[in-house]
């Protein structure tokens, strides 16, 4: 396979048809990977490179080991012609958050980890750092997940579908306490008072007719 060799046997053609890098940014990407990278900055340029080849987004994955939605992510910014940016993004504290990355955040939480390959249902602040570190490169605190989701008034905690609903199934009514505890005795209220009129007068009681 012809094209520059990098990590291990992995190349790159040269005999392709362009799919959105022009021939600056794919000249630049292959440069850039001679250079000494951390493992985010390649696995984004790699994702690129393979992307203009033509390579599916689980072809990609098989051959980065990397999530579905890391491929996605870079597989746009190449096609939007930003390829030649794939440093704008950079792995540390101090730009670790700007628009991009809360869009990002945000995009996650109003979605089901399951479209991204993950097996839970619902997003934990821990999750959604490690899934923007995987796609940006940065790596934020929990705590710091949870500050920025409280600012942008979202939560990790499904909503209840009725609040008003919830709150009257758990009130227990003294009218529903009385009708279940308390038997109808109306069945009971004809008595026949005749026997026991001997008693009554022997004690002084009135019988009442």
Known sequence: MSGSQISGNRGY???????????????????????????????R???????????????ICQILGCCAATVRHW??????GMAHQW???????????????????QELVSSSPRDYGYSFQRWTANWL???????????????????????MGLSTRPKPRDNQEQVQGSKIFIGDLKSAT??????????NFAKFSKDLDTHGAQFIR
């Open 13 to 43: 053609t040269s005999n392709y048809k362009v799919m959105f890098l022009t021939p600056f940014q794919r000249k630049l990407l292959l440069e850039s990977l001679q250079k000494k990278l951390l493992e985010s900055y390649r696995q």
């Open 45 to 59: 340029i790699e994702i690129m490179l393979l992307a203009d080849e033509g390579k599916t987004q689980t072809e």
């Open 75 to 80: 597989t746009h910014i190449a096609r939007m």
């Open 87 to 105: 440093q704008d993004c950079p792995i540390g504290r101090p730009k670790a958050v700007n628009d991009r990355y809360l869009e990002r955040l």
């Open 129 to 151: 750092q490690k899934h923007l570190a995987k796609e940006f490169g940065v790596a934020v605190s929990d705590r710091h997940i949870k500050r920025l989701l409280k600012q």
């Open 182 to 191: 308390v038997p109808d005795n109306s069945e009971f209220l004809p008595m």
